[in-house]
C-alpha cells in the first residue's frame, strides 16, 4: 500500500498544475520526492475570477432638451361663506331703579322714613344721596321721659379715571336724645333739662389708584374734617390726612401708610376751667409692612411708630404680624397675628360708644400694648363655615363708663390698665341663598390693676341671625342676642362700688313681602320676649315694639 501511494505521488508531481484562470502559475518541474510518512495532500490557495461588471468608460454626451411648463386654472363652483364669530352669552344684568323710599310707622309713636337715591351704572363714576329719619317717644314705667330722634344725610360719588378712582362724600347727623334714667316716681327733672342733642358734619376726599397690573406703584391719600357739637356749647374739630403707597418687588409687597390726626375740643358751657380745658391733641403714625403671598400661604411683618400728644407727647412702637396657612385646602386654615394701636378717645367717639355721657369730659387715647390672636377657619362642608380665634391683650387707660358724682343721670369715665382674653367662635350654615344662619359667641375677661371690675362691659355676649328667602317673594330676618351679667360703678365714698346688671335675652322678627320689584311691605317686631332690662345702668330698653311700612322704587 505504501508503495502504491508512493509512486502515485511520483505519478502527480510529473504533471504540470494550472489555476482557473487558464494561465500556468507553478511547475512543479521533474523532480522525486520520497515520502517517509503517510501522505496528506495539501491544496494550494486559488484565485476566483470576480463577477463584478466593470464600470464603462466610453464619454456620452446628451442633447440639451429645451422645454416651457405651461399652468393653466381649473375652475371649480365652490364659493367660500363667511363664519360668524362665537358670541358668548352674557349674564342679564338686573334692572336698577334710581330711587327707594321707605316709610314706616309703630308703637311707642315711632316714625321711620329712608330715601335714596343713585344714578345707575356708568363707566364714568357713581352719585348717591341717602336721607333717613328715626324718631319715637318711649313710655317707660319709672324712668324719665325717653323721646329720641336721629336725622342723617349723606352725599357720595366716585370718578372713574383711567388708572385711578376719585372719591368724596359729605354727611350729616343730627342725634337727640334724653337723659331719662331715673326713678321718675320720686324724682322731677323737666324735659328740657334732660335733652341732649349732637350734631356732626363731615367731609371726606381722596384719590386711589387702580392698576390692573403689578409693575406700578400703588397710591391712595385721602383728606377729611369733621366738626362735631353739642346741645352745650361743646365744639370738637377733628382733621385727618392720611396715605399709603406700595410696590409689587421680587418676592413680596411692600406698603407704606403714614396719618396725621388733629383733634380739640372746647369746654362745655357749665365747666369748670382746669389745666385740660381746650386741649388740642393729635396722633401720627407710620406703618411700613412686607406682605408675601405665596403657595396659598399669607404673611405680613411690619411694625408702627404711633406718636400721641395729649397734655404730654409719647412715643409708641408696635409690632405687626398676620399669618395664615391652609393645613387642609378649602377644609383647615390656622392663623395668627400680632399687633398694637393707639386707640382714639374724644368726645365724639365716646358719645357714640354711650350717648349719655356728660359733655364736661376730656379723655386720653387706649393704648394696646400689645394684642396676640390665634385660631383657626375652615368648612365643615360646602354649606357649614367655622371660625375660632383666643385673643390676648395688654392695655393701658381703658376706659370704663360710670355713673357721674354730679349728674346723677348722667355718665363720666374712669380708666385703668390691665389684661383682656377674649375667646371667639362663630359658625355659619348657607343654601342656595335662601337660607343663612349664624351663631357668634364672645368670652370676654378682664384683669384690671385698679378695679375688680370692667364696668359696663358683659363677660358673655352671643347673637343668633337667621335669613330666609322664599323666591325672592317672601323674606324674613330673625334674631337673638343675649348678653350674660355686666357691673355698674357706682360713686361711694372717695371710691367706687359694683353693682349688678342682669343679663337678657332679646328676639327680634322682620318679614317683608315683595308684591313687585318695585313694592313691598314690612313688619318688624323687638323685643318679642317683653322682657325689661339695662342696657346702661338706671337705663331701661324699650319693651315689645312694631314697626311697620312699605318700600318703593322707581
Not at 56 to 82: F, G, H, L, R
Not at 396 to 412: P, R
Amino acid at each position: 500500500m505504501h508503495k502504491f501511494l508512493s509512486v502515485a505521488c511520483v505519478l502527480l508531481s510529473t504533471t504540470t498544475l494550472f489555476a482557473q484562470d487558464g494561465k500556468e502559475k507553478e511547475d512543479l518541474g521533474n523532480k522525486e520526492y520520497i515520502i517517509v510518512k503517510d501522505y496528506k495532500p495539501v491544496l494550494a490557495e486559488s484565485y476566483k475570477i470576480s463577477d463584478l461588471p466593470e464600470g464603462d468608460t466610453t464619454t456620452v454626451n446628451p442633447p440639451a432638451m429645451k422645454y416651457n411648463a405651461v399652468s393653466k386654472k381649473i375652475e371649480t363652483n365652490y364659493e367660500t361663506a363667511t363664519i360668524k364669530a362665537v358670541k358668548v352669552t352674557d349674564e342679564k344684568l338686573q334692572k336698577l331703579y334710581r330711587n327707594l323710599i321707605k316709610l314706616g310707622i309703630g308703637n311707642y309713636t315711632t316714625y321711620n322714613g329712608e330715601a335714596y337715591i343713585n344714578s345707575l351704572r356708568s363707566k364714568k363714576g357713581a352719585l348717591g344721596l341717602s336721607m333717613k329719619h328715626l324718631s319715637g317717644s318711649p313710655s317707660l314705667k319709672g324712668a324719665g321721659e325717653a323721646d329720641f330722634s336721629r336725622n342723617t344725610a349723606g352725599l357720595n360719588g366716585k370718578y372713574f379715571l383711567e388708572n385711578a378712582t376719585f372719591d368724596a362724600d359729605i354727611n350729616f347727623d343730627r342725634n337727640v336724645i334724653h337723659y331719662y334714667g331715673y326713678n321718675s316716681d320720686d324724682t322731677i327733672i323737666d324735659k328740657k333739662d334732660t335733652k341732649q342733642r349732637f350734631t356732626e358734619f363731615a367731609f371726606n376726599a381722596g384719590i386711589t389708584s387702580n392698576y390692573l397690573n403689578k409693575g406700578h406703584i400703588d397710591y391712595g391719600a385721602h383728606v377729611g374734617y369733621i366738626t362735631f357739637n353739642d346741645l352745650f356749647e361743646v365744639k370738637e374739630n377733628d382733621f385727618l390726612f392720611n396715605g399709603n403707597i406700595g410696590k409689587q418687588l421680587d418676592n413680596f409687597y411692600l406698603r407704606v401708610d403714614a396719618s396725621l390726626n388733629y383733634f380739640s375740643k372746647s369746654d362745655a358751657k357749665y365747666e369748670v376751667l382746669t389745666l385740660n380745658s381746650n386741649l388740642k391733641r393729635n396722633i401720627i403714625r407710620i406703618s411700613p409692612a412686607f406682605i408675601f403671598d405665596k403657595d396659598k400661604v399669607h404673611l405680613v411683618v411690619g411694625g408702627r411708630m404711633e406718636v400721641e400728644k395729649n397734655r404730654g407727647t409719647d412715643v409708641h412702637f408696635f409690632p405687626r404680624v398676620d399669618f395664615s396657612l391652609p393645613i387642609a385646602e378649602h377644609i383647615l386654615a390656622v392663623f395668627a397675628n400680632v399687633d398694637g394701636n393707639i386707640a382714639k378717645n374724644n368726645f365724639r367717639t365716646l358719645s357714640y360708644e354711650n350717648p349719655f355721657i356728660t359733655s364736661a369730659i376730656h379723655p386720653v387715647n387706649t393704648i394696646n400694648l400689645i394684642s396676640l390672636t390665634g385660631g383657626l377657619k375652615g368648612n365643615f362642608s360646602s354649606t357649614v363655615s367655622f371660625t375660632a380665634w383666643a385673643k390676648y391683650s395688654k392695655v393701658e387707660d381703658l376706659i370704663l363708663f360710670v355713673n357721674d358724682s354730679t349728674y346723677f343721670n348722667k355718665f363720666n369715665y374712669v380708666m385703668d390698665d390691665g389684661k383682656i382674653l377674649n375667646l371667639h367662635a362663630e359658625i355659619g350654615f348657607m343654601s342656595d341663598d335662601k337660607l343663612n344662619l349664624s351663631l357668634h359667641l364672645d368670652q370676654n375677661s378682664y384683669t384690671l390693676d385698679q378695679f375688680q371690675k370692667a364696668w359696663h362691659r358683659p363677660a358673655t355676649i352671643i347673637s343668633f341671625v337667621a335669613k330666609y328667602n322664599l323666591r325672592d317673594k317672601i323674606l324674613v330676618n330673625a334674631s337673638l342676642f343675649a348678653h350674660g351679667v355686666q357691673y355698674a360703678g357706682i360713686k361711694e365714698g372717695n371710691g367706687y362700688k359694683s353693682e349688678k346688671i342682669n343679663g337678657y335675652l332679646d328676639g327680634n322678627l322682620g318679614l317683608e313681602y315683595r308684591y313687585s320689584k318695585i313694592l313691598s311691605v314690612f313688619v318688624n317686631l323687638n323685643n318679642l320676649g317683653f322682657a325689661k332690662y339695662y342696657t346702661w345702668y338706671q337705663y331701661p330698653s324699650e319693651r315689645f315694639n312694631v314697626l311697620g311700612g312699605i318700600t318703593y322704587s322707581f
